[in-house]
């Protein structure tokens, strides 16, 4: 990422009905912009809204063309970015799957402690590790696991939320 390049986490509220993701998803590949993660849920069952958080890298200029876009979309209830709103909570979980025995398990179980991942998963071969953290935190887990027998990576992506009492 260059200087000029932000990384930018936005919440956008949504009706929970079939092609929105679609519409989303569209508006960033059809103008080349990155999606860097992506998760959706639905959140309000009576009103039908789901809540769709992005992460994107771009400039400025970029982040606030993404915005305005995004704001355009039908049906598209509100569109904030909470990277530029204030403070505000991110995580991601992920599942990581280390294979090996010897010195090499207990190394692994070793970091696991430290980073307070969770064996969620065990074999006489293998770990099935439960992770939750900033997608820093997750990426330098990764990056230890692999020279002791890392074998696989399921991700969430990130979920935001404000904080304080203001609803998105």
């Excluded at 519409?23 to 959706?40: A, C, E, H, K, Q």
């Excluded at 400025?60 to 530029?84: C, S, W």
Aim: aromatic fraction near 4%; glycine fraction near 10%.
């Amino acid at each position: 990422m260059d200087k000029m390049t932000e990384r930018h986490t936005i919440g956008v509220l949504v009706d929970n009905e079939a092609g929105v993701l679609a519409r989303v998803v569209g508006l960033f590949s059809g103008r080349g912009y990155n999606i860097d993660s992506l998760t959706v849920a639905e959140v309000d069952q009576n009103d039908h809204q789901s809540r769709i958080t992005i992460v994107t890298t771009g400039t400025p200029q970029v982040i606030e063309q993404i915005k305005a876009q995004l704001g355009r979309l039908v049906p598209i209830h509100g569109v904030t970015d909470l990277t530029v709103e204030g403070p505000h909570v991110e995580r991601e979980m992920a599942l990581i799957k280390v294979a090996g025995g010897g010195e090499t398990r207990v190394e692994s179980l070793r970091i696991a402690d430290i980073f307070r991942a969770r064996v969620v998963d065990s074999t006489i071969n293998s770990f099935v590790f439960e992770i939750t953290g900033s997608t820093d935190k997750i990426n330098s887990f990764v990056g230890l696991m692999r020279p002791l027998g890392l074998v696989d990576v399921s991700r969430t992506g990130v979920v935001a939320i404000s904080r304080g009492d203001k609803p998105m």
